[in-house]
């Protein structure tokens, strides 16, 4: 491949190809034995592996979760987002590093540390059991941990759009008789939109993926709370390599999907931004 | 952070309409104040309050009971392991990330952005996925694994394994940091240097490099404390052998199934205090480098 237009800086062949030969061998070439494998199976074989009960169930439990989750993230996500970014608090420096936590902490540490925080005697558990709500151990644990994990990604999305939003607009639309409720919902939520999509279609895919928080918290029991990545180690403990890589072919197909789909939407806020 | 609009707002006058101005764009303090407590309350409770619990926990036992679960032989090798781990993807990964941000931001080629798009990809794979791929190829009924076998070299259930998922998991965090730095920062600075006759290692060495420090510092940051953290990608190829192939991450997991839970805390309070100096030297990198860094947090 060849540079093009000229330039006097050297390193290009050099530079792209430790960058092309590392990507192959580390990531393209791995993950395509993914596809290979699972086409050696044939589209019987991977159907027969797909809609087995246990393994439809894990799906579903596993994006049905992740879609929650990442509601849910959208909605506080986008509430920490504007409480930091309009509103002036002490303490807001600490805090606002907490927000990167889910980034910095070790996934099996998030873990253990909401299975015991979120059980029957937990910090939290004791108030929530004895009104019938049961964290851990159930589906609903599966959501916490994934909400846990998914939060930063829409705070740090949204923030920088909601930051450089012009105030402009929305004095424009206050002079214009607009109540600050109809500011906020018209001019205000439509520009920062994309972004928010953006920011839930990573956290999605985030938690479609994640595997050391949830097993902990989630209490595993096969059809009710099993998670398909779990049922991948399952299937690889068990030697069933073929399965295994069905489930991991299926899930892969459907994270690069939103991969697409979230790219598509960056590309489009800075066409517009533009 | 706040925006400073002292630039863009008339000065404040004594009898000025500025504060009815501000008032149209933002709520009632009822309103701000509801709101305000509302995100920290979440926060609190969601990110702060299972930090606190780890160290809570972990000292349950006593500060005696909490020393003795890192004087175990099991847990010094996996922290062992841990920190060789990291030592041998961190560097690899450093490099990878100056070669791509180099050969990204400094010229234009066909196919750009597919490539950037490729470097992003073990994002959005699942860490699980990420180590069955490893499986799949260098595994016993992998397409390697008779040639491995026949030759004695061990890569699944063996450290090499554990490497190779770990640099698969943290390969994008630092090329992530820098592109968007590098791209921002242009190449006047490099042309300036190549034309007053220095070669190109010398314009990286003393060019380039000090302009980027403190992006890569940040991504070196990120990257380190994934690589030591990984859990799913590193449980799928580790084979969990006691003192050999365990990290910290699988030693916690093991330690919590086995109801040994202050030592599994105690463990887990290591990484976390890892994870609260990766914050803090981040907030401090942010705090005094944030022009720098400005361009890497739009992206």
Redesign the interface.
């Known amino acids: 491949m060849r540079a093009r237009t000229f330039t006097p800086i050297p390193g290009f062949s050099l530079t792209l190809g430790v960058t092309i030969t590392y990507l192959c061998l580390i990531v393209l070439i791995p993950l395509a034995g993914v596809f290979f494998k699972a086409a050696g199976l044939g589209l019987e074989g991977l159907w027969n592996t797909l809609s087995a009960p246990r393994v439809l169930a894990s799906l579903e439990l596993t994006f049905g979760s992740a879609l929650i989750a990442a509601c849910a993230n959208a909605v506080f996500g986008l509430l920490v987002a504007w409480v930091f970014v309009r509103y002036e608090f002490p303490g807001k420096r600490l805090f606002d590093s907490t927000i990167d936590l889910p980034f910095a902490l070790p996934t099996a540490v998030a873990g253990i540390a909401l299975t015991s925080l979120y059980a029957g005697n937990g910090w939290i558990g004791q108030f929530l059991e004895p009104h019938g709500i049961k964290v851990a151990y159930t589906p609903l644990g599966i959501i916490v941990a994934m909400t846990f994990i998914g939060l930063p990604f829409v705070v740090r999305t949204v923030e920088p759009v909601l930051r450089e939003a012009e105030k402009e607009l929305e004095e424009a639309a206050a002079s214009l008789g607009a109540n600050r409720w109809q500011t906020v919902s018209r001019v205000i939520l439509p520009a920062v939109g994309p972004a928010l999509l953006t920011g839930f279609a990573l956290a999605l895919a985030r938690a479609v993926g994640e595997y050391g928080s949830i097993i902990f918290i989630a209490g595993n029991i096969p059809m009710v709370s099993e998670i398909a990545p779990l049922l991948i180690i399952i299937k690889l403990e068990e030697f069933d390599y073929a399965g295994a890589t069905a489930i991991a072919a299926a899930m892969l197909v459907i994270s690069f999907t939103l991969l697409l789909a979230i790219n598509g939407l960056q590309a489009y806020v800075r066409r517009r931004k533009a | ?3 400073d ?1 002292s630039l ?1 707002d008339p000065p404040k006058l004594p009898f000025e309409p500025l504060i009815e ?1 501000n008032a ?5 303090p009822w309103v ?1 104040w509801l ?2 407590a ?3 309350v ?2 609190s ?7 606190v ?2 160290f809570v ?1 972990a000292l349950r036992g006593g500060v005696h009971a909490y020393f003795a679960a890192f004087k175990e032989p099991d847990a010094l090798a996996a922290i062992k392991l841990t920190l060789l781990t990291a030592a041998i993807a961190v560097p ?1 990964n450093l ?2 990330g ?3 941000a ?3 931001a ?6 750009k952005q597919i ?1 950037i ?13 990420a180590g ?6 260098f ?1 016993a ?1 992998g ?1 390697a694994g008779p040639w491995l076998a026949a030759h004695d070299i061990k890569i699944i259930f063996a450290v090499p394994g554990i490497v ?1 998922a770990t ?2 998991i943290t ?1 994008p965090f630092i090329a992530r940091e820098l592109i968007p730095l590098m791209q921002e920062q242009g ?1 006047d600075d ?2 300036a240097a ?2 007053l006759g220095a070669s ?1 290692w010398q ?2 060495w003393n060019i380039t490099l000090p302009n980027i420090r403190w992006g890569l510092l940040y991504g070196v940051l ?1 990257c380190n ?1 994934r690589a ?5 990608a590193v ?2 190829v580790s084979g969990h052998i006691r003192g050999k192939t365990n990290t ?3 030693h ?2 093991i330690l ?1 199934n086995e109801y040994a ?1 202050s030592a ?2 105690a463990v ?1 309070s290591l ?2 205090l ?3 100096l ?3 030297l ?2 401090l990198v942010e ?1 005094r480098h944030a022009d720098e860094l400005a361009a890497t ?2 992206h």
Do not use: N
């Open positions: 952070m706040s925006v609009h863009l101005r149209v764009i933002t709520e009632q701000r709101l305000t509302l995100a920290l979440f926060l409770a969601f990110l702060l309050l299972p930090l619990s780890v926990e690899l490099v990878f100056i070669c791509a180099w050969a990204i400094k010229f234009e080629f066909r196919g490539l798009t490729l470097i992003d990809l073990p994002f959005s794979v699942s860490p699980v996925v069955l791929i490893y499986v799949i190829i595994g009924q397409w190779l640099i698969f390969f190449q490099e042309q190549l034309s190109g314009t990286f990120l404390a030591m953290g990984e859990f799913g449980s799928v910290m991450p699988l916690i997991e919590y839970f599994a805390f887990a990484l976390a890892l994870a609260l990766t914050l803090g981040k907030a705090w947090r739009r």
